[in-house]
């Protein structure tokens, strides 16, 4: 099994910037990607970002320029660098982590979600 722990959530003010950290661990071969998604109140769950092992990165529309995602893939941890934050940013923040375990079986896993709230 691979678990994944994220942190860093909480209230900021708009304008304001946090940074969510998550680490994977388990019984890992490799991680291709890792990624960032959210789901707000009465909505679907959407990619806000993700980052493969060699470095290349997809971001939603709503967060581009704003939203850095990065990864230290010898810790098996993402983060996401989130400025200018806006209300409508306002969601749970879930990690997502796809790879092979060390049985060589693909994995899925997700974490159990932070709360970000963008208010004044």
């Known amino acids: 099994q691979v678990q994944l722990v994220e942190s860093g959530g909480g209230l900021v003010q708009p304008g304001g910037s946090l940074l969510l950290s998550c680490a994977a661990s388990?019984?890992?071969?490799?991680?291709?990607?890792m990624g960032w998604y959210r789901q707000a109140p009465g909505k679907e769950r959407e990619l806000v970002a993700d980052?493969?092992?060699?470095?290349?990165?997809n971001y939603a529309d709503s967060v581009k320029g704003r939203f850095t995602i990065s990864r230290d893939n010898a810790k098996n941890m993402v983060y996401l660098q989130m400025n200018s934050l806006k209300p409508e940013d306002t969601a749970v923040y879930y990690c997502?982590?796809?790879?092979?375990?060390?049985?060589?079986?693909?994995?899925?896993?997700w974490g159990q979600g932070t709360q970000v709230t963008v208010s004044s």
């Open positions: 980052r493969n092992n060699g470095g290349s990165t």
């Open positions: 388990g019984s890992i071969f490799s991680i291709g990607v």
């Open positions: 997502n982590a796809r790879g092979l375990d060390r049985i060589i079986r693909n994995f899925d896993s």
